[in-house]
């Protein structure tokens, strides 16, 4: 029985086999509690209902942030029993990342495909950051999943799945939005058509399960709602804002828009320049992906220390990426240390170090220190890559495409 010897892929298995049923288990026997779903489940009853899904649920003291598409995909799992729809919603939810992780593992890294041993690495990484999110069953593992096949999609020039993916990832959140408007300046002519056609058909389609004028004002509520959100929860908040508030500095909404957009400028700036000189389809998707989310953490006005899970594929792999480099000691450290801020101190495991380390602005801390990083990493790509061009016909799979 091969999966019985020892190896570093039987051992991830292993560990995300025993960690998914075990969360499945306590999804289970604690429905109501350490969830998200029981919001997802509440919305769900609103829609069928036809109740407002966008109003303070009392039952949860929550609000609802996802688009109608999602309230509707989701009622299979939301009429369930609360213990089975709970604990199947997180076990999904946890497939979709390792499919998803594993698909890029093998077709959209610089390096892909990576080996059995660098893929069990990859995926054992990837728990740090991300273990908090897939404890509470939040969406935003299965939002980067979706952006990472979407990855995988562009690198194949399969545009028009990846449009269904990256529009799928924005209507579980709105997040990737702004990644949808970098990826249509990058190439233009391949996506943006596809992007709006998708988007389209994704706020169409809930007109198969509720009557029009209903779905018509739940789509325009979603709206406002999202426009809405840097006044939410704001207790809950971990983004670059929390972290100046800590420090003493009290900016208005107004200001850290405007420090957001100019950083996702940069953001795109740093992708398109990435792509000019590279030529190579597969590392400017690694800096778009790395980039944007890392930019989305600290900017988004709804980020939540869950919501980090995010770039746990982004950092696992340059975790990875810093072993397989020799004597890149700086940069394990670097990595290491932003994981652990990102992950680890923020759960009870930091109990110890909650006298020396702030909690609220310790995951904030990690992201900007996983950005010094990459500010890093983006120098050596721009380096190591400048004058070369490879001929798509060599790469295969249309990897490289001319100069935007």
Known sequence: MSWLRPSWWNTAIIVWTVGLIGIAVQGYLKPRTHTVFDIYAFG??????????????????????????????????????????????????????????????HRGLPESPLDSRAEAFLLLLTIP???ISLHI???????????LVAFVAIREDKW?????????AILIKVIPLPLALVLGALFPLKSIGRLMACFAVGLVLPLLAQRPEYVLDQTIKWVKHLLASHEINQERNRNLRKLLEEMGY??????????????????????W???????????TLWVVGAWFFTWAMLHNPATEAASYGVISPFIAWA????????????????????????????????NPLRGIINMAAAPILG??????????????????????????????????????
Not at 83 to 99: D, E, H, P, V, Y
């Open 250 to 271: 009290l900016l208005e909404p107004k200001t850290m828009l405007a420090i957001g957009v100019f950083a996702g400028l940069a953001v795109l700036l740093v992708s």
């Open 129 to 131: 950051v991300a273990m």
């Open 137 to 147: 069953g939040q969406a935003n593992l299965m939002l980067v999943a979706f952006c």
């Open 319 to 350: 975790v990875l990426k810093s072993w397989r480099t020799p004597g890149a000691w700086v940069d394990r450290a670097m990595l290491l240390a932003g994981m652990a801020l990102m992950g680890p101190i923020i759960t009870d495991l930091g």
């Open 44 to 105: 769900c009853e609103d829609w069928l209902a036809g109740r407002d899904i966008y109003i303070w649920q009392v039952q949860t003291d929550e609000l609802y942030r996802y688009s109608p598409l999602f309230a509707v995909v989701t009622i299979p799992l939301a009429i369930l029993p609360p213990g089975w729809g709970n604990a199947l919603w997180k076990l999904l939810n946890g497939i979709i990342f390792i499919w998803a992780i594993r698909r890029w593992a």
């Open 160 to 168: 028009w799945q990846a449009a269904a993916w990256i529009v799928g």
């Open 273 to 283: 320049w990435t792509y000019r000189r590279t030529g190579n389809r597969s590392s």
């Open 367 to 404: 992201a900007i220190l996983f950005q010094a990083w990459l500010v890093i990493d983006l120098w050596r790509i721009l380096k190591n890559n400048a004058g070369e061009r490879p001929m798509a016909g060599v790469i295969g799979l249309s990897q490289i495409e001319p100069t935007v």
